[in-house]
């Protein structure tokens, strides 16, 4: 099942799905990478709301996946984290440093208008 | 006590049975009356008015085990089994109100009605009346003793265990501006509560939609290097739900407890005292608070 990437003003927005396979998360990186380039974006949302389990390779993904967005000049913000699944990962030594974290989608929306609205 | 002791020699010279073979005459006794005795037992019972809250029916049936592991009891002198079945019959008459004075009441109960009977048998003979009786009345006594103290340790164990209900209410997670939580933490911090703590720190930062968050531990006096390994990982789990966490009041012991384990004093927001969090919580929201009365 491939993750859509959804191009919303400045940002980009993927959703992620209750279950993906290590291969649907590769080619999310590799689409979310040549993306952000391509759309000029300022920053990439995504959505892990529907992950009820979150295992390790998942979460390197996304560790990845910010910081490649960073060296591409843009930033990440993961959103919609589930409390289980936070603190699980917290757990596995998971902790996402540097990588900004919202509550849900809209939060997401808001720290990142907020943030580039400074910018501007 | 001494003087009954002096009693009990003088007896003991012109003992000529054994204690156990006196015993076991009293058990004969107890089973071959068992009917008649047990029925005494609860015609007494329902006299006295105790165990009001179960049935006759009830009274009755508990009444027969009761007496047929008090005579096993006596006969042969193991207390494990009544101790059992003591526990076991709290377990079941406790949550119907039954008090401690009912319990024990209607164990001395029968141990009166089988003295009684011990009396009525052996009235032309006082001297093996008496023997008789010093064989039953320590192992009365001690089966009492047994049965009253298993059902104040069921008590004691219903109490803890309300105790710990108790505690699992007592972290309350509250709001107290738009998207600012407090998480006043008091006592003892065990990995039980700890864990339930941060299940509900957490859910409670998805429902309030919090950005905020300010753990507060001036009441907990000291925590172990689990516990506050699993403060920090609380501290961290919060931040994936994109929630700042402002801890406050850590004591000398706590603070030392953070620096022996090497926490990565960056991600943990620690301020002073409760009202210094709060305020730097407002500061990282843009709330601005402004006396309304001119300051003399």
């Known amino acids: 099942m491939e993750v859509p990437i959804l191009k919303q003003g400045a940002f980009l927005i993927a959703t992620f799905q209750a279950a993906l396979s290590d291969a649907d998360l590769n080619h999310l990186r590799m689409g979310l990478v040549q993306q952000v380039v391509k759309f000029r974006s300022r920053a990439v949302i995504v959505d892990v709301t529907a992950m009820d389990v979150m295992d390790s390779f998942a979460s390197r993904t996304l560790r990845e996946i910010a910081h490649m967005i960073r060296l591409r000049g843009a930033e990440t913000v993961i959103v919609g984290i589930q409390p289980e699944v936070a603190f699980a990962m917290v757990q596995l030594g998971l902790t996402l440093e540097g990588v900004a974290t919202a509550l849900d989608l809209e939060e997401g929306l808001a720290y990142l208008n907020e943030k580039f609205k400074v910018t501007n | ?296």
């Open chain 2, 1 to 296: 006590m001494a003087k009954r002791d002096s009693t009990t020699t003088d007896l003991e010279l012109k003992r000529t049975e054994e204690p156990s073979e006196l015993l076991r005459e009293l058990v004969a006794h107890l089973r071959q009356n068992r009917t008649q005795l047990r029925e005494e037992w609860v015609v007494r019972i329902s006299e006295t008015r105790l165990l009001t809250a179960m049935t006759k029916e009830e009274i009755f049936a508990e009444a027969t085990s009761v007496y047929d592991s008090y005579v096993e009891a006596l006969e042969t002198e193991a207390f494990e089994a009544l101790q059992a079945y003591a526990r076991n019959l709290s377990e079941r008459i406790i949550p119907r109100g039954v008090e401690t004075h009912e319990v024990v009441g209607i164990v001395l109960l029968l141990r009166d009605v089988l003295a009684r009977s011990l009396f009525a048998k052996y009235q032309n003979d006082f001297k093996k009346l008496n023997r008789i009786l010093d064989a039953y009345e320590p192992a009365a006594n001690r089966i009492a003793n047994t049965v009253a103290v298993g059902f104040v340790q069921e008590r004691e164990r219903v109490i803890r265990q309300q105790q710990e209900a108790i505690r699992e209410l007592s972290t309350p997670v509250l709001q107290v501006r738009e998207r600012l939580l407090i998480l006043p933490i008091i006592g003892v911090i065990d990995p039980q509560r700890a864990r339930q703590l941060t299940e509900q720190l957490l859910r409670g930062i998805r429902t309030n939609r919090a950005k905020v968050v300010v753990i507060d531990i001036t009441g907990v006096a000291a925590m172990d290097v689990t516990v506050a390994n699993h403060l920090v990982q609380t501290v961290e789990a919060s931040r994936l739900l994109g929630a700042t966490v402002i801890v406050t009041g850590l004591s000398p012991e706590i603070a030392q407890t953070l620096v022996t384990i090497g926490v990565d004093l960056g991600k943990m927001n620690t301020v002073g005292d409760l009202q210094g969090g709060i305020e730097q919580a407002e500061r990282l929201l843009g709330y601005k608070v402004a006396s309304i009365v001119e300051p003399n």
